[in-house]
């Protein structure tokens, strides 16, 4: 049986990072909803049975902005939601709920090893932001994994706050197919292979950081073992899985 009109936000921007990748705003038409920098909403199209097809989105946009949310969206090609989003244009239709989760900055005073696969970056944008905004100065590593150097959304912004000095950033960028990304001269490999050196190159231990993982289940498994070896607590190991394990398309 078909929802009744579901509808309740409109998408109000696209940016295309990359194809298949795009930066994606959402306003809500009716009231707003308040969410903690590292929560998601819940993104919902009419599918092909008129049923509502929902996912959930880690919002990029930091809390105090509730005029547009903003998403880092991959394109799944056999997937249910993803291929309709890509079928809309800016002004078009669509739902929003929020916001749940509870990968949050923890208010631990720690330094922050946040560890990114492809969009997990997404709530990490949105935490990097508020901490700006709110004068937390608490050091900030972040280690983001692509597999193509074009796919590193945000590099621009996020490399000009680590060379300024208002905010205690350090970017690392890695490519897992540096021979298909022409003048990358950075970090290769997946995240997952560099986190110990750069835990041992910024002095990273239990005793001063939280680590905190957002993206493909594998890396997820892989810095939790190294972290856990390394003597990191579960409690100071935050982690947010964009999927279960074992199940990975492109
Ligand atoms: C808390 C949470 C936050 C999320 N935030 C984001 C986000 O910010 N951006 C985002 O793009 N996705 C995010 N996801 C994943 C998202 O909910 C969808 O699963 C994804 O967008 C694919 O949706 P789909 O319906 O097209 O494919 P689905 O039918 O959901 O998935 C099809 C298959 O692809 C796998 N899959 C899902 N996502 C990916 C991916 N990115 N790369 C490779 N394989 C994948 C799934 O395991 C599944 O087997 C999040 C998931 C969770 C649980």
Redo the contacts with the bound molecule.
């Keep these: 049986m078909a929802e009744e009109y579901p509808y309740n936000g409109r998408l109000s921007r696209w940016d295309e990072v990359a194809e298949g990748l795009a930066i994606v705003g959402v306003q809500a038409l009716e009231d707003p909803f308040e969410f903690a920098a590292g929560q998601?909403a819940t993104l919902g199209l009419l599918g092909p049975q008129g049923k509502l097809?929902q996912?959930?989105?880690?919002i990029?946009s930091p809390p105090d902005d509730l005029s547009e949310y903003e998403?880092?969206?991959?394109l799944?090609h056999?997937?249910?939601?993803?291929?309709l989003l890509w079928k809309r244009k800016v002004g078009d239709p669509i739902n929003i709920k929020g916001a749940k989760?509870k990968f949050l900055i923890q208010d631990d005073g720690r330094k922050c090893l946040f560890v990114a696969s492809?969009?997990g970056l997404?709530p990490f944008i949105s935490m990097i932001e508020t901490m700006r905004r709110h004068g937390d100065t608490r050091q900030v590593i972040l280690l983001h994994g692509v597999s193509y150097a074009y796919d590193l959304a945000w590099r621009e912004q996020l490399s000009e706050i680590e060379a300024g000095d208002e905010f205690p950033l350090r970017y690392v960028a890695t490519v897992s197919r540096p021979n298909e990304s022409p003048g990358w001269a950075g970090e290769t490999g997946r995240v997952e292979k560099i986190v110990a050196a750069q835990m041992d190159n910024f002095g990273l231990n239990a005793d001063d950081t939280t680590v905190y993982l957002c993206g493909?289940p594998d890396m997820i498994t892989a810095v939790d073992e190294i972290a856990t070896e390394r003597g990191f607590p579960p409690e100071q190991i935050r982690k947010?899985?964009?999927?279960?394990k074992g199940?990975?398309?492109?």
């Excluded at 998403?71 to 991959?74: L, S």
């Excluded at 947010?240 to 279960?244: D, I, S, V």
């Excluded at 199940?247 to 492109?250: A, D, G, I, N």
Aim: glycine share 10%.
């Design positions: 998601y097809v996912r959930p989105m880690s990029s998403f880092f969206i991959r799944v056999i997937g249910a939601f993803t291929p989760g492809g969009t997404a493909n947010e899985l964009y999927w279960p199940r990975e398309h492109r």
